[in-house]
């Protein structure tokens, strides 16, 4: 079913199933889709809070395995708990959003397990990752000014030219991460695990500044 340019104010979507849905151009303001079936939607310029609204859509506990978010406005959405395994955010707005409890992760075994999940050129500033897991995914060209990072695994994804807080580098796990042509003011390499990180090689003045090397031209 597609759905084109209408307006949803203080719609309950809560465990209704909507999965491969389709939305184009729609508002939704205040509504809420807490433990809705998500699975396989599609959202294409769609708006979830409306202006000047101090708080987002409710997605608490919803499935949004596989679901795909282009160019919307997330804004202060609140994503606790929601299964994202496969989810897409492209080119979103998602300040302040809460993904505390999300899980992107697919579990094999005990020991064994991968993410899924991709977004790209996001606004994710002031977003809540707290302790999540998000490993070897796409991650690139995002936003991450002020964003929670605390106890979050970003350990083999691509973080390219994305932007971060000084004080965020050693919020986080990176190893073998892409973080070639990210400003790295802030990173200290005494104090963060930077094994198999990548970088390109104009970074390298940056990331060794604060041991008090200089780096000469060729």
Known sequence: MATYNEVFNKVDFSRQDLSESYYEGCKFYCC?????????????????????????????????????????????????GANGFGAEFRDCDLKGANFLQANFVNQISHQMYFCSVYITGCNLSYANFERLCIEK??????????????????????????????????????????LCHCELEGLDPRRVDLTGVKICGWQQEQLLEPLGLVILPD
Do not use: P
């Open 32 to 80: 809420n889709f807490s433990r809705a079936n998500l699975r396989d939607a599609r959202f294409v310029d769609c708006s979830f809070i409306e202006q000047g609204a101090i708080e987002g859509c409710h997605f608490d506990y919803s499935d949004l395995r596989d679901v795909s978010f282009k160019n919307c406005r997330l804004t202060m959405a609140n994503f606790k």
């Open 137 to 178: 995914c796409d991650l690139f060209e995002n936003k991450w000014n002020g964003a929670n990072l605390q106890g979050t695994s970003l350990k083999g994804s691509d973080l390219s030219r994305g932007s971060f807080s000084e004080d965020a580098w050693d919020q986080f796990r990176m190893q073998d991460a892409n």
